[in-house]
């Protein structure tokens, strides 16, 4: 091996949510690390810009001052306190969200546009412990006696860095995932979105709900208008890989045709108008259980395909996954052991964590497909108290989505009016 640039225990890929959190968490066990990122911060991702209960779980761990970093500048970021549904018949359903400990305050969620959230997030990373290198691509990596030879770009010249293991947190269309865990992208298991940024859309929820609109020709997916400070709104939408190709969609297209035409939609577009153009991303979804580590790596985010795949919601998953790295790669320094057979309790703890959830939100991916059960659910909902606070409780309570999966609960809300 000709001498490598850097050497380090631990090299993370991408400084998105994913590799950020497992930075900081790798830094409060006083792991020193390199973190790399192409980007130089601050950077766009196209994304939906909403942050739901789980990923304040995280902020809170993350820094306990987490509202000053992420709140405080109104002009970056809206607190949201619910969610609004449109079924296909254009019913509509305000599920507030559930708030836990309200003599704190502690928001249920917030909208913010990534640039902002990525940047503030990138800025808590410890340099005490981190070297945080941006400007910085993966090119390759090579597994060697000892380690791994990775090759980088830096600032567009080619280095290598010397590396126990690596922690795949590039997102989508990872490199370490597809080169070390033989990742493919799954059409039944993915999904493309766009979004867009308007200014004046009218009628936004006076409590700044985020409001997901489940249209008839965007089945299994969702038309979302999120809103953001100063009037601005972030419009987008996202459907299954496997039905675009079956239907032949044109997202763009279609995103625009709604917003012209739809009843519900089109009048409070009229005085709306862009910002920008409209940028389409995948979406890795975790509907299927995938292999998130090996001998010498961990993947993270959407690296690891952690997409919530009923609610597209990934930013939660994607430190949750920054979490766990942090405590296994922990382990494995103590012990020395990068093996695959120990960084397999990577694996479980992950997906003890959050596959419960993901298998149920795979549920109710299928059960929105379904316009007409979509509809009646609905339908109940917006006029029975009791199925409201189900549904309120379903985004904290995992227990409380699986009614969703037993045919009696649907008999039960027939005949309950
Ligand atoms: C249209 C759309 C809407 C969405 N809406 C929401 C939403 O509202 N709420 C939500 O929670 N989730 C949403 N998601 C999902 C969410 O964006 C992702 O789950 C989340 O960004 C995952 O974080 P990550 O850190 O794993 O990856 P990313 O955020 O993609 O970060 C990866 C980082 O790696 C860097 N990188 C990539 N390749 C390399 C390389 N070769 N070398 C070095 N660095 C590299 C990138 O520059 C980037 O900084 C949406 C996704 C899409 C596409």
């Known amino acids: 091996m000709s ?56 902020l809170k761990r993350i820094t306990p001052a987490w509202q000053d970093y992420f709140l405080t500048d109104k002009n970056k970021a809206v607190v949201s306190t619910g969610i609004q549904f449109t079924a296909p018949d254009n019913t509509c359903l305000d599920i507030p969200f559930l708030l836990k400990n309200t003599k704190e305050q502690i928001p249920a969620g917030f909208v913010s546009k990534r640039i902002d959230f990525d940047n ?19 090119e390759d990596i090579e597994e060697i006696k000892d380690g791994l030879l990775v090759t980088i770009k830096q600032h567009g010249e080619r280095k290598q860095i010397f590396t126990k293991m690596i922690v795949g947190a590039e997102g ?14 799954e059409p039944a298991h993915y999904s493309a979105g766009i979004r867009a940024y308007y200014k004046n859309v009218s ?9 997901l609109h489940f249209l008839k020709e965007l089945q ?37 045709e709604a917003i012209k035409t739809h009843p519900t939609l089109k009048d409070r577009f009229v005085n709306a108008t862009i910002e920008g153009p409209i940028d389409g991303w995948g979406l890795p979804l975790g509907s299927k259980k995938r292999k998130l580590s090996g001998n010498r790596f961990l993947l993270t985010g959407d690296a690891g395909s952690l997409i919530d795949p009923f609610t597209g919601e ?9 979490l766990v790295a942090s405590r296994v790669i922990k382990k494995a320094i103590d012990a020395n ?30 059960l929105s497909s379904k316009p007409r059960l979509f509809n009646f659910v609905v339908n109940k909902a917006s006029r029975s108290k009791e199925l409201k606070e189900t549904i309120s409780c379903m985004f904290e309570n995992v227990d409380i989505r699986k009614k969703f ?9 027939l005949f309950n009016r």
Not at 15 to 27: C, K, N
Request: charged fraction near 15%.
């Open 172 to 185: 989508r269309g990872s490199i370490v995932a597809k080169k070390m865990a033989q990742h493919t992208m």
């Open 203 to 211: 009628g936004m929820h006076e409590q700044n709900y985020i409001e």
């Open 405 to 413: 999966m037993n045919p009696l609960f649907y008999l039960k809300i």
């Open 337 to 366: 052991d990068f093996s695959i057979h120990f960084l397999k309790q990577y694996d479980d703890e992950l997906y003890t964590k959050l596959w419960t959830e993901l298998k149920l939100s795979h549920y109710l991916q299928i």
């Open 3 to 58: 001498n490598p640039h850097f050497e380090t225990d631990v090299l993370i890929a991408g400084a998105g949510p994913g590799g950020a959190s497992t930075s900081v968490f790798l830094a409060k066990e006083k792991i020193n690390h390199i973190i790399i990122d192409k980007a130089v911060f601050p950077r766009d991702k196209i994304c939906g810009d909403a942050f739901s209960g789980k990923s304040v779980g995280i």
């Open 220 to 256: 299994p997916g969702y038309l979302w208008i999120f809103p953001l400070p100063n009037g601005t709104a972030n419009v987008g939408v996202g459907m299954l890989s496997k039905s675009i190709s079956l239907k032949k969609v044109n997202l763009k297209q279609l995103m625009l």
């Open 120 to 138: 503030t997030l990138a800025g808590l990373i410890d340099n005490q412990y981190a070297t945080l290198l941006t400007n910085t691509l993966l």
């Open 314 to 322: 990934g930013i939660g998953n994607a430190m949750v996954s920054g």
